[in-house]
């Protein structure tokens, strides 16, 4: 394999700035990369098209990379920052009066561990992806080491487009599944079933339900597990409002193709989470209040 030169321009080398493909009849060798929605100029952190979604962020500019956020966030495809997960959470549990170190916590497992990134961008954001910045060693260091080498072994079929974690985790269905956009969405959120390549049965536990069997426990006092299952839920109930249950095609294009299946991971009009902040926002509200009210109730009770 020929690799790039230091400077990353070597032109036997396919990719650039964050592992996009050049494009270099634009602008010469590497300065222009393929972010497949827009097209990004490296040498100034900039994309030379307007931002389709420029209506909904009217406080940063409409051609800025990563929502100008560069070293906490990466923009994969040219469409939505990667950290709007955790800045949800985040932003929903301090409201509902979670101490901000446990709300760090829940919503890193909400964003980076729920995600389970590509090892690339694992490294390469380690401690800021996912928000962790700001983290000391050793809270990082019990992050990533809780089930195993790295602390995501739960999560690793995450990105994969055929399995029960991917398409319960981002309320999804894969490219071969029969079922329609809804009950891939009520599977998802309040439970349900998904039959596999083997037409094996396993059972999905929604993300309500996770939300369900935390009533009446005290958010601080979770176990990293619970935290864990927590932020993936919320993960879940944010991804069921961005991804609406279509279908997930990365690997797998020519067996979908053949079924008639086409990719809808992500659909930038409809899917793209920037686009449905707002209600995922108030969705990850609600959920978090659910559990913090009956807290309260049973709190006020104790009282009397």
């Keep these: 394999m020929l690799l790039p030169s230091r400077n990353g321009n070597s032109s036997n080398y396919r990719y650039g700035f964050n592992g996009m493909e050049k494009d270099d009849e634009i602008k010469g060798e590497g ?18 098209a307007l931002d389709p979604l420029a209506k909904n962020f009217s406080d940063v500019s409409h051609y800025n990379f990563a929502s100008n956020t560069p070293v906490v966030a990466i923009d994969q495809d040219g469409g939505f920052t990667v950290w709007r997960h955790y800045h949800m959470t985040k932003k929903a549990l301090i409201k509902a009066g979670i101490k901000r170190k446990t709300a760090r916590q829940i919503a890193h497992f909400a964003s980076t561990y729920a995600d389970h990134p590509t090892a690339g961008i694992l490294l390469y954001n380690l401690g800021v992806y996912g928000g962790m910045r700001g983290a000391t060693t050793q809270e990082l260091d019990d992050l990533l080491y809780q089930d195993g080498h790295g602390g995501y072994d739960a999560t690793k079929e995450s990105q994969s487009d055929e399995l029960v974690a991917s398409v ?29 390549k083997d037409n094996c049965s396993i059972t999905i536990v929604g993300a309500y339900e996770v939300i369900d069997s935390f009533k009446g426990k005290d ?25 609406k249950g279509k279908r997930w095609v990365d690997d797998h294009e020519k067996e979908a193709e053949k079924m008639g299946h086409e990719n809808e991971h992500p659909d930038f009009d409809e899917v793209v989470l920037a686009k449905n902040y707002y209600k995922a926002l108030k969705d990850t509200e609600k959920a978090i ?16």
């Design 289 to 304: 209040k659910t559990i913090t009210e009956k807290n309260s109730s049973n709190s006020n009770n104790e009282n009397k």
């Design 219 to 243: 958010i601080e006092k979770l176990s990293i597990q619970d935290k864990k299952r927590l932020g993936v839920a919320l993960h879940t109930i944010q991804d069921a409002v961005s991804h």
């Design 31 to 48: 300065n222009s990369v393929n972010y497949k929605y827009r097209m990004h100029d490296p040498r100034v952190g900039r994309f030379f």
């Design 168 to 196: 319960s985790i981002h309320a999804m269905r894969t490219y071969w599944e029969e079922i329609d956009e809804e009950t891939a969405i009520k599977r998802s959120l309040y439970g349900g079933t998904f039959i596999d």
